[in-house]
């Protein structure tokens, strides 16, 4: 089995960045060697609510999907999606999405790992770093 290096991120939303308090809501996963660059998200409006009241649930949720969909999409779909950027390859296109910025959805530091399933790797980082942790039996 070849194993490939990937970097991934998770994605955050800080409702109000002025307090830097955050959700993860999110994963990028990009592999060079194969090609692949996807993401996986998902919303807890509930810890969301949490942290600011008055949150906007729904933007946040547009938001989160439009950067799901500029990873899923390949460049010309991503162009209608992103514009100019969306014509990008998919590495530059995950370093553009992984760049620092101060907005409510933000991504996290770039991790590395090896996969030899880009696709599957993804689910396991949402579910171990996203997903609501199940209750103790």
């Given at each position: ?35 692949y ?49 969306g ?28 996969t ?22």
């Amino acid at each position: 089995m070849n194993r490939h290096a990937f970097e991934y991120a998770v994605l955050r939303v800080v409702p109000r960045v002025e307090r830097g308090e955050a959700i993860n809501a999110g994963v990028l996963l990009y592999c060079r060697a194969l090609d692949y660059l996807g993401a996986a998200v998902h919303l807890d409006t509930s810890r969301l609510a949490a942290l600011d009241p008055h949150a906007d649930a729904d933007a946040v949720g547009c938001a989160l999907e439009a950067v799901a969909a500029q990873c899923s999409a390949g460049p010309a779909s991503a162009a209608r999606l992103a514009g100019p950027a969306g014509d990008e390859d998919r590495g530059r296109r995950f370093r553009r999405l992984t760049a620092p910025r101060s907005t409510v959805v933000q991504a996290g530091p770039v991790h590395t790992g090896l996969t030899a399933d880009p696709a599957a790797d993804l689910a396991r980082l949402l579910t171990a770093l996203v997903l609501p942790v199940p209750p103790p039996r």
